[in-house]
């Protein structure tokens, strides 16, 4: 169990699985994380990639986002999401779609599950991506990203990785913005370029 940090639902529970399946990220990384974004989470349409918890989502949600798309492959993670959502008074905010991130046409799934949610898709300003870690994982979703109409002009991607973990390189069409790293993990910030 986590809590979230800041905003609206401060203080608010998110439960995590009993096992090492998932890693939350901690209170100090999502502090450091949210106050390096700082405005850009008001009224940003986000997606939250390789989900686990939910808890960077909800707490997007928490400090002004409009609205979230979790995506999770595990179908119990995928549900606790779901219970974390409504337990945190925020389950009409967001939506969980129980694929992989890298799953062919999940470009044409994620607008049509929001649509259903939210009645009509808008892309997304605020992207969190935190993949397992030493899958090389991060470059390959950017990519996918990059290539999918899903963002808005100028959106933020996020991702928390293994120091010196991206795997194949960023593409050009993100600019890097920061990295921070804590241990052994560390987050990194890009801007897409479209």
């Given at each position: 169990?986590?809590?979230?940090?800041?905003?609206?639902?401060?203080?608010r529970?998110?439960?995590?699985?009993?096992?090492?399946?998932?890693?939350?990220?901690?209170?100090?990384?999502r502090?450091?994380?949210f106050?390096i974004?700082?405005?850009?989470?008001?009224?940003?349409?986000?997606?939250?990639?390789?989900?686990?918890?939910?808890?960077?989502?909800?707490?997007?949600?928490?400090?002004?986002?409009?609205?979230?798309?979790?995506?999770?492959?595990?179908?119990?993670?995928?549900a606790?999401?779901?219970?974390n959502?409504?337990?945190?008074?925020?389950?009409?905010?967001?939506?969980?779609?129980?694929?992989?991130?890298?799953?062919?046409g999940?470009?044409?799934?994620?607008?049509?599950?929001?649509?259903?949610r939210?009645?009509?898709?808008?892309?997304?300003d605020?992207?969190?991506?935190?993949?397992?870690?030493?899958?090389?994982?991060?470059?390959?979703?950017?990519?996918?990203?990059?290539d999918?109409?899903?963002?808005?002009?100028?959106?933020?991607?996020?991702?928390?990785?293994?120091t010196?973990g991206?795997?194949?390189?960023?593409?050009?069409?993100w600019?890097?913005?920061q990295n921070?790293?804590?241990?052994?993990?560390?987050?990194?910030f890009?801007?897409?370029?479209?």
């Amino acid at each position: 169990m986590v809590r979230v940090s800041g905003g609206r639902l401060r203080g608010r529970r998110v439960e995590t699985p009993p096992d090492e399946r998932v890693r939350p990220t901690t209170g100090r990384m999502r502090e450091t994380l949210f106050s390096i974004l700082g405005g850009r989470v008001e009224r940003a349409w986000v997606l939250d990639l390789f989900a686990g918890s939910g808890v960077l989502g909800i707490e997007a949600l928490s400090r002004g986002g409009r609205g979230a798309v979790f995506v999770e492959s595990d179908p119990a993670i995928a549900a606790l999401i779901r219970a974390n959502l409504l337990g945190c008074g925020v389950g009409d905010e967001g939506i969980v779609i129980g694929e992989s991130v890298l799953r062919p046409g999940l470009d044409r799934m994620v607008p049509q599950f929001a649509q259903t949610r939210f009645g009509r898709f808008t892309p997304f300003d605020l992207v969190f991506l935190d993949p397992p870690y030493r899958q090389g994982l991060v470059g390959s979703t950017l990519d996918m990203l990059a290539d999918s109409g899903l963002l808005a002009p100028g959106a933020v991607a996020v991702a928390e990785h293994e120091t010196g973990g991206l795997g194949k390189g960023v593409a050009p069409v993100w600019r890097p913005l920061q990295n921070r790293r804590h241990g052994d993990s560390q987050v990194s910030f890009w801007q897409w370029k479209g």
